[in-house]
C-alpha cells in the first residue's frame, strides 16, 4: 500500500481515518503509521477513544467530568479490567467507547447564499441569509438556481452547488479530548470541501458521507457526490484512500484522480480530466448576456462553469452546466470577477477546475430601423451606466465596401435619412460608454437593409 505523506485527507467508504501519532483513535479503520506504513485497524476499536490518565485523575473524575451519566465508568472499569477505580496509576491507557463521552455542540455559519436555498432544522424553517447559524441537526438544500457556502469553526468551508442536499449530523466538540467532531451527509447532489488541517490532536474527525461512502478529512479539497446510487469523490488537492466498507483494504487516490463507488460496492479509479479552456477568456463582457465558450476537451461529455465575486468562489453569482460548453447568463453586474470552469468524463467524474478573471462592464446596445414613406428612421439604445456617445455606419452591402455614412460623436439616439436609393446596404451602431473607471467600446454586427424602387 502506498504511504501516506504529510497531512493528508482519507476517503473511505463506511469508513473514517486518524493519526496515530499517540493515544487517542476514533473511528480510524485506516491509519498513518509514524512513518507514514498503514495500519488496518481491527473493528472492535473503531467506536472507542485511547486516553493516559493524568495526575489525580481516576475513574469518577473522569466519569463526573468527561461521560455522560457518572455511572458509565463502570463500563470503562469493565472494559479495562481496573480493579480499582479510585486508583490508576498515571499514564495508564484507557480504552473508552465514543459513545458514552460528553459533547457540546458547535455552530457553522452561512457565508455565501444565492438563488432558491432552504435552511431547516427539524420541522422548524430558518431564513438562509449570510451570517445564519448551521446548527446539529441541520438539513441544507439548493434549487434549480441556488448556492450556500457555510464556514465551519476550525476555517473548512463546504460549498454546495445547484440541487443539492447536504444534512449536519455532527457539529461538536469532544470534552475528553478538546477534539472536533463534523459528521455531514450529501443526500444527492455534490459538496465540494476545502478543508482546514486538523492540526496535531489526533481525535480530531471530519467526515463527509454519502449513502455509500464517508469521506474523513485531514486537510484538503475534494469533491463528495451522490447521484443514482453511484457516489462520486474527486480529489482536487492532496491524498484520499477509499473503500468499499469499514473493514476492505483502501484505495489511495492522489490529487487529480477520482473513484465512482457503485451500489455493489465497487470501486472505479479514474484519472480525472485536466481543466479546460476558455474561448477568448480576456473579452470584456459589455452585452446584457454574458456568453462564454469552453474551448473543447477530448473525452469531456459536459462542462461545469461557474462566476463568482471571489477567487475562492464562497460567493457565487450564476453557475449552470450542459454537454456544448456554450453559456449564456443574464444579470451579471459590472465588476472584476472569476469564471471557474471543468469538464465531466463519462463516467460522471468532474475532472480539474481552472479559474480565469473576467471584466464585466455591461454596455448594452440594441438597434432598429422603420421606413416611413421616403424616410429612413434608425433608433438604438442600451443598458448602462455612465455617459454614452453613438456611431452610426451605412454602406453598400459588401465586405469592406466604402461607407456612404459615418456619423461619430452623437448623443441622439436616432438618426433619419430621406430619399436613400434603391439598393442593398449595410448599417451598424457603435457606443463609446464612459464611466469612473474607463471607457468602453461596444458594436452591433453589420445588418443588411434592402430599399426597393417605389411602385408606380
Not at 75 to 83: E, F, G
Not at 112 to 126: H, K, N, P, T, W
Request: hydrophobic content about 45%.
Amino acid at each position: 500500500m502506498r504511504a501516506l505523506r504529510g497531512a493528508m485527507c482519507a476517503v473511505s467508504i463506511a469508513a473514517a481515518c486518524s493519526a496515530a501519532q499517540i493515544a487517542p483513535v476514533l473511528a480510524a479503520p485506516v491509519l498513518a503509521a509514524p512513518h507514514g506504513e498503514r495500519i488496518a485497524e481491527s473493528p472492535a476499536k473503531k467506536t472507542v477513544v485511547n486516553y493516559a490518565v493524568r495526575r489525580g485523575e481516576n475513574l469518577y473524575t473522569l466519569a463526573r467530568h468527561y461521560l455522560m451519566r457518572p455511572s458509565d465508568y463502570r463500563t470503562v472499569q469493565l472494559l479495562n479490567k481496573i480493579a480499582d477505580p479510585r486508583r490508576i496509576p498515571v499514564g495508564t491507557w484507557l480504552r473508552i467507547p465514543f459513545a458514552l463521552l460528553k459533547t457540546e455542540p458547535l455552530t457553522a455559519r452561512l457565508v455565501a447564499v444565492r438563488g432558491s436555498v432552504r435552511l431547516r432544522r427539524g420541522a422548524q424553517d430558518i431564513v438562509p441569509q449570510v451570517g445564519a447559524p448551521v446548527e446539529q441537526g441541520s438539513v441544507l438544500e439548493t434549487g434549480a438556481d441556488g448556492f450556500v457556502a457555510i464556514t465551519l469553526p476550525n476555517g473548512s468551508r463546504t460549498s454546495l452547488p445547484t440541487r443539492t442536499s447536504l444534512r449536519i449530523d455532527h457539529l461538536r466538540r469532544v470534552l475528553l479530548t478538546n477534539s472536533i467532531d463534523y459528521d455531514f451527509t450529501v443526500a444527492g447532489g455534490k459538496a465540494e470541501i476545502k478543508a482546514a488541517p486538523l492540526g496535531e490532536n489526533a481525535n480530531n474527525r471530519f467526515r463527509i458521507r454519502t449513502p455509500r461512502a464517508i469521506a474523513a478529512v485531514r486537510g484538503t479539497q475534494f469533491r463528495v457526490g451522490f447521484t443514482d446510487e453511484i457516489s462520486l469523490a474527486e480529489v482536487l488537492e492532496g491524498t484520499v484512500a477509499a473503500s468499499a466498507d469499514e473493514n476492505a483494504a483502501p484505495t489511495d487516490l492522489s490529487q487529480g484522480f477520482g473513484a465512482v463507488i457503485t451500489s455493489a460496492g465497487t470501486i472505479t479509479p479514474e484519472a480525472l480530466l485536466p481543466a479546460p479552456d476558455l474561448l477568448s477568456p480576456g473579452k470584456v463582457q459589455v452585452d446584457p448576456l454574458v456568453r462564454l465558450a469552453a474551448a473543447p476537451l477530448a473525452g469531456a461529455r459536459g462542462y461545469h462553469l461557474q462566476i463568482a465575486q471571489d477567487s475562492s468562489f464562497a460567493a457565487v453569482l450564476a453557475e449552470a452546466s450542459n454537454d456544448t460548453g456554450q453559456f449564456a447568463f443574464a444579470d451579471i453586474p459590472n465588476g472584476g470577477l472569476f469564471v471557474r470552469i471543468s469538464a465531466a468524463a463519462s463516467s460522471g467524474l468532474e475532472g480539474m477546475a481552472q479559474t480565469f478573471a473576467m471584466r464585466r462592464v455591461l454596455a448594452g446596445l440594441a438597434a432598429s430601423a422603420s421606413m416611413d414613406a421616403d424616410t429612413l428612421r434608425f433608433a438604438w439604445g442600451g443598458q448602462g451606466e455612465g455617459s454614452r456617445i453613438y456611431h452610426f455606419q451605412l454602406g453598400p452591402n459588401a465586405p469592406d465596401g466604402p461607407l456612404m455614412i459615418d456619423e461619430a460623436g452623437l448623443t441622439d439616439e436616432s438618426l433619419a435619412l430621406r430619399h436613400l436609393p434603391p439598393g442593398v446596404y449595410r448599417w451598424r451602431v457603435g457606443l463609446r460608454q464612459t464611466t469612473g473607471e474607463g471607457t468602453i467600446e461596444n458594436w452591433l454586427p453589420f445588418e443588411k437593409l434592402t430599399v426597393a424602387p417605389q411602385e408606380r
